[in-house]
Nanobody
């Protein structure tokens, strides 16, 4: 599985941004897809996840502001971010958890930088 994230950039506080993550390869094996982020000097944290059944989960810090979704026809994962805050500034990574021949694998995209600043 290969993941290509895009959509990062500079946005003002209170603004919106949509991240995308295109998946290629053995996409049929993907179970759950996630967005993580890592701010400067911080540990990587899970932001949102979505299972192949569409069940979503969010970090408390983004609930009500971020929406994760996946378009299976386009093999693409999205993260719609709104009401952005300075503390949302981070490199955002997409992640796929896949089951292949009874073994679980983690795949990562290259990361896309989101900067929230006026």
């Amino acid at each position: 599985v290969q993941l290509q994230a895009s959509g990062g950039g500079l946005v003002q506080p209170g603004g919106s941004l949509r991240l995308s993550c295109a998946a290629t390869g053995s996409i049929f094996s993907i179970n759950t897809m996630n967005w993580y982020r890592q701010g400067t000097g911080k540990e990587r944290e899970l932001v949102a996840s979505i299972t192949n059944r569409g069940i979503t989960n969010y970090a408390d810090s983004v609930k009500g502001r971020f929406t994760i979704s996946r378009d299976n026809a386009k093999n693409t994962l999205y993260l719609q971010m709104s009401s952005l805050k300075h503390e949302d500034t981070a490199v955002y990574y997409c992640n796929a958890v896949a089951l292949q021949k009874s073994i679980w694998y983690n795949y990562w995209g290259q990361g896309t930088l989101v900067t929230v600043s006026s």
